[in-house]
């Protein structure tokens, strides 16, 4: 066990034998403020966090997290990036050592339950599949559905390379991948009782490759609206709805946005393809960017998600205010909210929070301060 963890569990389970409550510092309204202010769910109606699937010794105090932070600062959402770490029945093969069990996961539902908080839990679609130096649990299993069988994985990684390597795909269109992903998602959402499935879809740098017996010449944004539509069927057939990242949505090159946060592989043009009913999250984190508002125009309920630069969340949140009251009755209520991302492992997150690790001096912005002043400014809207 890593020292720093060691250290966690020990302080944890001296304040849970203490009785000692964690202190929260979700800000109080005044009771003149509360009187003259609205209900929340009218302002901003997605108050949500986002945060990778805790390890099976961190679901005691991920749980702690969810009610003594989580509920008092009126969060509403949960993403929960699973992935493959969850035993899965259906599909064993793909479960990783470190998943979680259903009866794991059935506490963190109850959790949820009782502060009413909706799970939506993610697993990577389309891209992310894998990690830079290895592929992930799906393509470990199933190579034969890898879009690039042919980069190899350098024992070194570095970004940029030869390859354009960031993440592997699968193929969309393999003939046997739905069958298994299918079975992955549902078996997920049912363990996690959730009405939405969230699919990830960012950052998708490999579609359509020309090498690619079936993608070969393809178009690039046919075959992403192809897999949306797809999942969203899937989905639909069991009444839950689809989330997904927006970048493979946004024009990387004439917004200046760029390649991450948009797309520059052609992708963009399936934002008129796919079903409007799908949730847009719109992710960005060094700009306040503005894109929430053509999502909206064309369609599409949307959310703003920040991740460490507090002044930006802080400005997405008063941004998504003014949407919604600047907008006209058909847009507004397409501008659903705002969702804090953390992209750190559950207990580094945790650990940052509670002040058990000395801050990083040279990194200035941490997910937990701005998960902080993002929720303080959420809470100074209403009640
Ligand atoms: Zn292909």
Redesign the pocket.
Known sequence: MPIRRLLYCLAFAIMAHLSIPLSTDAQKATPRQAASRQPLDSIMPVRGFCIDIPRPTGVDSFIHFIHDALAPRKVNTLFILVDYRYQFKSHPELADSQGLSLTDVKKIVLACAQEKIRIIPQINMLGHQGWEEHPGKLLQAYPEFD?TPWVKNPAKYVWPNDDNLYCRSY????PKVHEVIFAAIDELCDAFEATAFHAGMDEVFYIG?SK?P??GGRDPAVLFAGEVQAIHDHLARKNRELWIWGDRLIDGKTTGIGEWEASYNNTFRAVDLIPKDVVICDWHYDRPDQTAVYFAMKGFRVITCPWRISQNGVAQVDDMVRFRNESTPEMKDRFLGIVETTWSSTQQFLNGYYGLTPKNPVREHTAYDCFREVFQRIDSLGN
């Open positions: 879009e193929c969309p269109l393999h490759e690619c079936r993608c």
